[in-house]
């Protein structure tokens, strides 16, 4: 998410992507439009995308040069970590990846 766009494109080259559940996203667009939206708000959420039943969400960590260095992450089962339980949980890791990178020197 926070590559420039141009080597993200460069990643992910073209055409869909290979699908693991029915909520993967599998299209460019689609992907590059989340990924400009785990910028904004900093932190990703994924629902059940790779395996059904299993949602995470994770923020990352930047180091001294204000690049990322590692990410904090929580998994659950879909049930328990439903979108609203992401949201009251998105704030404070969010906040704790931040605290971690400021430890680090960033």
């Not at 993200?8 to 693991?20: D, E, T, Y």
């Not at 667009?29 to 939206?37: H, P, Q, S």
């Not at 994770?58 to 040069?65: D, I």
Request: glycine share 14%; net charge positive; hydrophobic share 50%.
């Amino acid at each position: 998410a926070h590559l420039p766009l141009q080597r993200v494109q460069a990643l992910l080259g073209r055409g869909a992507f290979p699908f693991h559940t029915d909520a993967t996203l599998t299209d460019q667009g689609m992907l590059t439009a989340d990924l400009a939206t785990i910028r904004h708000t900093g932190v990703t959420r994924d629902a059940g995308e790779w395996q059904a039943g299993l949602s995470s969400i994770a923020a990352p960590v930047f180091g001294g040069l204000g690049k990322p260095v590692a990410a904090l992450a929580l998994a659950g089962p879909s049930a328990r970590l439903t979108g609203a339980r992401m949201d009251q949980l998105a704030a404070t890791l969010a906040a704790e990846a931040r605290a971690l990178g400021r430890a680090l020197g960033g």
